[in-house]
């Protein structure tokens, strides 16, 4: 059905948010992933083309980041065999002041689809949703991180933006730059966690080895590596300064870290 829109990473914090707000308008949909009826697996490119069959429109997130090395060139080979299945659009999920990433979108841009980036900082998710939620439910949450402010923003704030560009031809080729109303240290967050959530939880910084070492057998040293990255170069303040992208797309705010910090809370999933 050519009116599909495929969402891949559909069990994202991104893709199924995306995903049920496209179900919510009736709008038809094919969420893939690796386990997914329709498979598809970044890894295994013999899956995408049974992904791409028949649709028109897609929301694409990269595993497991777009700063990896070769993230560009998969996204320009995605890109190239969905313009030959009949692809129209594609909009591509980003980060901001990552250069591979930077890359990524550039090979979008270049491929001759129509095409939107959503450029996005730090998800607010990531504390309740994502690898840092078992530190918050044991009351103390170890990063190398120091005191260079994030403005963390919502993934359902994304999930708004990518669901307009996905339905509204006037967003077509445009960029849009997401974060939050204001920056945050990874400190003051958790500081508005503990407080939403009424428990004492910590946020220590410790050296980058340490918090390497302290991963090793658990996670895959490429993954140990771009945390890193993500943590000790990136994170070093040229992402600061929240952006308008939300307004833009939207014609309303961003949601503030202290609303989501509120609403997490009142779910119990914080409780320890």
Request: net charge negative; aromatic share 6%; charged share 20%.
């Amino acid at each position: 059905m050519r009116d599909t829109i495929l969402i891949i990473g559909g069990n994202g914090k991104t893709g199924g948010r995306v995903q049920a707000r496209l179900a919510a308008r009736g709008l038809a949909t094919r969420a893939v992933s690796r386990s997914a009826e329709t498979p598809f697996d970044w890894e295994r490119p013999e899956t995408w083309p049974g992904a791409l069959a028949g649709v028109s429109r897609a929301y694409v997130t990269y595993q497991p980041d777009l700063a990896v090395d070769g993230a560009d060139e998969a996204i320009a080979r995605l890109a190239r065999l969905g313009r030959e299945a009949g692809l129209q659009q594609m909009v591509l999920l980003s980060g901001r002041g990552e250069p591979g990433a930077q890359r990524a979108e550039a090979a979008l841009r270049e491929s001759g689809l129509n095409w939107n980036v959503v450029r996005a900082s730090w998800f607010n998710q990531n504390f309740s949703e994502g690898y840092l939620l078992g530190a918050i439910q044991s009351g103390e949450l170890a990063l190398p991180a120091g005191d260079v402010p994030e403005p963390f923003t919502d993934a359902g704030d994304i999930a708004d933006v990518a669901v307009a560009a996905l339905t509204d031809p006037r967003h077509l080729n445009r960029l849009y730059e997401v974060t939050g109303p204001r920056a945050l240290s990874f400190a003051e967050a958790v500081a508005a966690i503990a407080g939403a959530s009424g428990r004492d939880i910590r946020y220590r910084q410790v050296p980058a080895g340490h918090f390497a070492a302290a991963m090793q057998g658990d996670v895959p040293q490429p993954i140990i590596d771009l945390l890193l990255d993500l943590f000790t170069v990136v994170l070093d303040g040229r992402n600061s300064t929240p952006t308008h992208g939300v307004q833009e797309a939207l014609g309303r705010p961003p949601r503030d870290f202290a609303d989501y910090a509120r609403a997490t809370a009142a779910t119990g999933v914080w409780a320890g």
